[in-house]
């Protein structure tokens, strides 16, 4: 069982810049594959990031956010993080931090593939 909680959400013009961690409870983070997605409201849930279970690991990004976020994590304080940069009106969301269920091979982009779930943390970007 991993518990998830994420920070640093919060109101930014655009152009601006927000810095999301998740810090994660349980021994096994580093068995995990991390992800970002974010929902928006009347649109469903959108992959927008994914880091393997290393550190230094193979990333994945929406094409959407590709060159302007990054996804990073730190397997010795369990956390993930995600530097959103040059941030637009569009990115406006709930951001969610998910770990990916183990059973499943590869680097996915599907919600339904992701185990747990953070509770969410709104980011606003302001025209």
């Known amino acids: 069982q991993v518990q998830l909680v994420e920070s640093g959400g919060g109101l930014v013009q655009a152009g601006g810049s927000l810095r999301m961690s998740c810090a994660a409870s349980?021994?096994?983070?580093?068995?995990?594959?991390m992800g970002w997605f974010r929902q928006a409201p009347g649109k469903e849930r959108e992959f927008v990031a994914a880091?393997?279970?290393?550190?230094?690991?193979?990333?994945r990004y929406a094409d959407s956010v590709k060159g302007r976020f990054t996804i990073s994590r730190d397997n010795a304080k369990n956390t993930v993080n995600l530097q959103m940069n040059s941030l637009k009106p569009e990115d406006t969301a709930v951001y969610y931090c998910a770990a990916q269920d183990p059973a499943i091979a590869g680097l996915t982009t599907t919600p339904r593939t992701f185990k747990y779930w953070g509770q969410g943390t709104q980011v606003t970007v302001s025209s």
């Open positions: 880091i393997s279970m290393w550190s230094i690991g193979s990333t």
């Open positions: 349980g021994r096994t983070f580093s068995t995990y594959a």
